[in-house]
């Protein structure tokens, strides 16, 4: 179970305002005004107060909503400012209110009262692994906020700390706030300076452990040392040092790493053990899996709110986002220099956008454009510093304006060379302002680079630490690199004969990238930005390289990076296009190897659901129809790897392969999530490349390949490898430039590519000999009761319906107890299809409006409209098949009947035609045809050939095998994929369409 079903503490509340989930509070919230009426109630109460399911007396949400307004003043005094509650930090506030008092004042009841509700929740829980387990007291001594960046955490945090020496009843021995690192420490404590939040920072003397009476101390996790650590150059304080009850309040608690993550969990409990502790995180999904059952269990019973970033987004604050991330090999440089130039296009866009507009816009509350460079790595062997790639990129368009024209000219004219999945540029519907006016590559150097002329100059700021300035020649600093490794990265650019000057004048170009008056366009770091820095600028970044292990830190850099203080200071993105406001509420994030980004938006892009399971019985249909049925089976002694092979160049395996190297890039708007590809342009590799590479590496590669694969009886032989490379039999998808070598050092990229193509060519060999063998041993046996593919009729099916949907559940349930209506006729409701030829009854089917789980699962498309039309071609044709059974029956993926048992090949359907004591089985599969990418030759379209050597192997004349792809995909629509003159072409390869009202009538002559 994840981590956003598991919320049991949070599912509580909600329960005591009478809902299942917080969707269907925020429906009731969301509209409402923000602020107080006339009586001094929020609007947030009066609506809540008049909540069918409330369980709560009307009068405590009143003097809750009371003490809730008493806070919200102290801040907007405080802080001088006009402070209103969005809808769900009021719930947080809420939430934290009730919790406090409860825990305060009646803690017994409230235990026993959460325990109860925890065994009415796994009452509905089928499997006792998923079952919760009780609370206990020490359960309830911490809270959490799972709170998107940028929805008021840190207000919500000081709001905490009033409420809870509010209710507290024991004096405490210490406040203290940790944070992740330094700056965090810094911004939190301006943060709390403002809403008038006595607080001190650790400076790393004994003075600043002096705490006044309420006093927060704010100090960093790399500051607090454990007893055992005795090493450390930093000044730090032990935890001993703040023995007692505490109060604890955690930012970002969780880095996702390890080691981090278990240094964090061990000072959180050790200086929280005998207090209470208030967490704060963007990032809880991202780093407590499924399988982490210990954090899961802690983190169920802790999270008291859940405001993640797909609330946040779907609710229309933080910016809109596009994302183009590049998966980057090492042979791939001119499709990156093409990434970065577009982030550089759709900067300099917004730049223009806004100086444009530049008073219009005020009332948006739109900074400045800045573009920020985020990598993983700041030094490295070489290469392997993503801040000197930066650096590098830079320097060469700023060296060569010819270079940068080319790839601009190259994205504006839709030759990118990368393909969005409807077959346009992806870059099609983008720069807009540009394409309307055109462009002056003068204008975007002294737009962006302040200077229209010149070479990059690179000067290390002296009276700041950690910082590097960049600028064309004797113009302004346009770029600020922030590492904290200067010395290391100085060597790296010396090594790349970058020159590095001293400029012992200028004072911290990043400490005023925020004024107004900055000349600060370009920002470079490495994950600098994540933690303890705030700006409103950010409309541009490239990530470099930040994979899963970046995963919590990306999110919370995408956080800020989507902040937005909106029109009014509504936090929202405005609905308007005039001015550009659009383009500027919109963060462009281009990606080289950042996956994780991806993933996430993908991840959260998907709506969790919880669902309530209903049993769906099965039926045999008529057993005595399918009495001495046969089917394939392969004997359990057949063992493959028994029989020696030696590797040998085959033309016809050659020609089912297809290796596929372009550039794949990632695209995203907003949560929806595709992927585009390069254009098809199959290539061949040149035997005079060839002579150059190491042969001996890429045996030896293929040998290791081999192992890995546990092909132990498979013979190569080194002197067949190149054999089988120079063929170019094969289908190599490249761009050219990734297979033509322009200097010595790219002969490492084309043996890569060799070795993919090799290690293609073993699997493909090794499972088309297996295939061979397997089809000697395939043994007809008679279908029995115990086959896997009748289990389900054994175990019986479910079907789950969302929760929320009470009627449905409802009426489903109601139908079922009619009994015998489900085994006689289709049911619309769920929907189900009654085919007495089947070989039980019922067959959950496709409804397009309707598509809820099922066990087994539910018919797709495809399957359910093959289904109808066979019943339908019988029911009007019963005397021509009078003298022969024809029964169906579905074929389950993975355990029923499979073929080539390294690729897995299971089609959806068995059918047989009996006549006296003959049999014919025929294997049937309705399937989009174009994923099997224009090639006759796919393992699955050649199954009924394969099926004539078994046939022959098994010995049996009364029994004969065929096999038909049924294709969901039109003629017209792959005629010119597979090269085919005719609907003929397919059907003599035993292909037919489901769109062919004639399909079942050919289906059933041809076979």
């Known amino acids: 179970m994840n981590l956003e079903k598991s919320l049991i503490l949070n599912k509580y509340f909600l329960a005591l305002f009478g809902f299942d989930g917080f969707p269907d509070f925020k429906q009731q919230l969301e509209k409402q005004r923000e602020g107080f009426d006339s009586s001094g109630h929020s609007f947030y109460a009066d609506t809540i107060i008049g909540l069918e399911g409330l369980k709560i007396p009307q009068s405590e949400i009143l003097r809750y909503d009371h003490t809730i307004k008493e806070y919200v003043e102290r801040l907007c005094k405080n802080r001088r400012d006009n402070i209103t509650f969005k809808y769900f930090q009021y719930i947080a506030v809420l939430f934290t209110e009730i919790f406090l008092e409860r825990y305060f004042n009646n803690r017994k009841e409230f235990l026993a009262d959460l325990n109860l509700f925890v065994d009415s929740r796994n009452q509905e829980i089928g499997g006792q692994s998923a079952k919760f387990t009780h609370f206990t007291e020490a359960d309830l001594k911490k809270l959490a906020f799972w709170m998107a960046t940028g929805s008021g955490k840190t207000l919500i945090m000081h709001i905490n700390y009033w409420q809870f020496l509010k209710y507290k009843q024991e004096k405490l021995d210490n406040i203290i706030l940790i944070t992740p690192n330094e700056g965090m420490s810094n911004q939190h404590y301006r943060e709390m300076q403002k809403s008038g939040v006595p607080c001190r920072l650790y400076t790393g003397d004994t003075g600043s452990l002096s705490l006044y009476q309420d006093e927060v101390l704010i100090i960093d996790l790399y500051k607090i040392k454990l007893p055992e650590e005795k090493k450390g150059k930093r000044v730090t304080v032990e935890t001993e040092y703040f023995a007692g009850k505490n109060l604890v309040l955690i930012d970002e608690g969780h880095k996702g790493q390890t080691s981090e993550e278990q240094k964090w969990k061990i000072t959180r409990e050790e200086i929280g053990k005998d207090g209470f502790i208030f967490e704060y995180s963007a990032t809880f999904g991202q780093v407590i899996g499924p399988f982490d059952t210990e ?19 779907n609710d229309g604050y933080g910016k809109d986002f596009y994302v183009y991330n590049l998966s980057e090999r090492s042979f791939q440089e001119k499709s990156r220099d093409l990434i970065l130039t577009a982030n550089l296009l759709s900067f300099y866009e917004q730049i223009l956008l806004y100086e444009s507009n530049k008073e219009s816009l005020r009332e948006y509350n739109i900074e400045k454009p800045l573009w920020a460079f985020i990598g993983s790595k700041v030094s490295g062997a070489g290469i392997n510093s993503d801040i000197l790639k930066v650096v590098e990129f830079l320097k060469s368009i700023i060296d060569n304006k010819k270079l940068l024209k080319e790839n601009i000219d190259k994205i504006l004219g839709g030759k990118s060379g990368l393909i969005d999945p409807q077959g346009d540029d992806i870059f099609k519907n983008r720069f807009e302002r540009i394409r309307q006016n055109g462009f002056r590559i003068e204008d975007i150097y002294q737009r962006i680079f302040n200077a229209t002329s010149g070479v990059l100059a690179i000067y290390e700021l002296k009276s700041v630490e950690g910082e590097l300035g960049l600028k064309i020649g004797e113009g302004e600093y346009f770029g600020c690199i922030n590492i904290g490794d200067v010395s290391s990265f100085k ?517």
Not at 522 to 530: E, N, T
Not at 675 to 697: F, G, I, M, Q, R
Request: glycine share 6%.
């Open 491 to 1007: 060597k790296l650019l010396t090594e790349k004969e970058i020159e590095v000057k001293p400029d012992n004048i200028s004072q911290s170009l990043f400490n005023k990238v925020n004024d107004f008056d900055s000349n600060v366009n370009i920002l470079i770091g490495a994950k600098k930005f994540i933690e303890g820095w705030d700006s409103w600028r950010v409309c541009s970044m490239a990530l470099i390289n930040m994979g899963k292990g970046e995963g919590p830190q990306i999110i919370q850099l995408f956080g800020r990076g989507v902040r937005l203080k909106g029109r009014n200071l509504s936090l929202k993105r405005s609905e308007e296009k005039k001015f550009g406001v659009k383009s500027l509420e919109t963060l462009n994030i281009f990606g080289l190897n950042a996956d994780y980004i991806n993933r996430f938006l993908d991840a959260i892009g998907k709506e969790e659901v919880e669902y309530e399971e209903i049993q769906l019985d099965l039926r045999f249909v008529d057993e005595k129809k399918w009495e001495r049925l046969y089917v394939l089976n392969t004997p359990k002694d057949f063992d493959f790897s028994r029989e020696f092979l030696k590797l040998e160049k085959d033309d016809d395996i050659l020609n089912k392969i297809r290796v596929d190297i372009r550039p794949k890039v990632g695209l995203a708007h907003g949560l929806e999530v595709t992927t585009a590809d390069a254009e098809e342009n199959p290539v061949s590799l040149e035997d005079k490349y060839l002579e150059l590479l190491n042969w001996d590496d890429i045996y030896l590669e293929t040998l290791n390949y081999k192992v890995s694969r546990e092909y132990g009886n498979l013979g190569i032989n080194r002197d067949n490898l190149p054999d089988i490379v120079k063929s170019n039999c094969y289908g190599l998808y490249a761009l050219p430039e990734q297979v033509i070598p322009e200097e010595f050092a790219d002969l490492s990229r084309l043996q890569e590519i060799v070795i993919i193509i090799l290690k293609n060519y073993l699997d493909r060999f090794y499972n088309f000999k297996l295939r061979k063998s397997e089809s000697r041993e395939l043994k007809p046996v008679y279908l029995v009761k115990d086959h896997e593919n009748l289990s389900y009729v054994r175990e019986g099916g479910t079907i789950k319906i969302p929760k929320k949907e009470k009627d449905e559940i409802k009426k489903i349930r109601q139908l079922l107890k009619e009994g015998e209506k489900l085994y006689k006729e289709d049911i619309e409701e769920i929907p189900t299809i009654h085919f007495d030829r089947h070989l039980y009854t019922p067959l959950v089917a496709y409804g397009k409006e309707k598509d809820y789980p099922t066990v087994p699962p539910r018919l797709n498309k495809g399957e359910t409209k093959f289904i109808k039309m066979l019943r339908e071609y019988l029911k009007t044709n019963k005397d021509t098949f009078k003298d022969e059974k024809i029964l169906l029956l579905r074929n389950i993926s993975r355990r029923g009947v499979g073929f080539f048992q390294t690729s897995g090949y299971y089609p959806d359907f068995i059918m047989w035609r009996k006549k006296k004591d003959k049999q014919r089985i025929i294997f049937i599969d309705p399937k989009g045809i174009k994923i099997c990418g224009g090639n006759f030759n796919d393992d699955k379209i050649q199954l009924y050939n394969h099926l004539k050597e078994v046939e022959k192997n098994i010995k049996k004349p009364r029994i004969t095998l065929d096999s038909f792809i049924l294709s969901e995909s039109e003629y017209k629509d792959v005629k010119k994929q597979y090269n085919a003159e005719s609907q003929k072409d397919f059907e003599d390869r035993h292909i037919l369409f489901t769109d062919d009202k004639q399909m079942c009538q050919k289906l059933l002559t041809r076979s």
């Open 295 to 313: 954090l899961l269990n802690e983190y169920s019973k802790a999270i008291i709110f859940d405001y993640s970033y797909k609330y946040f987004y």
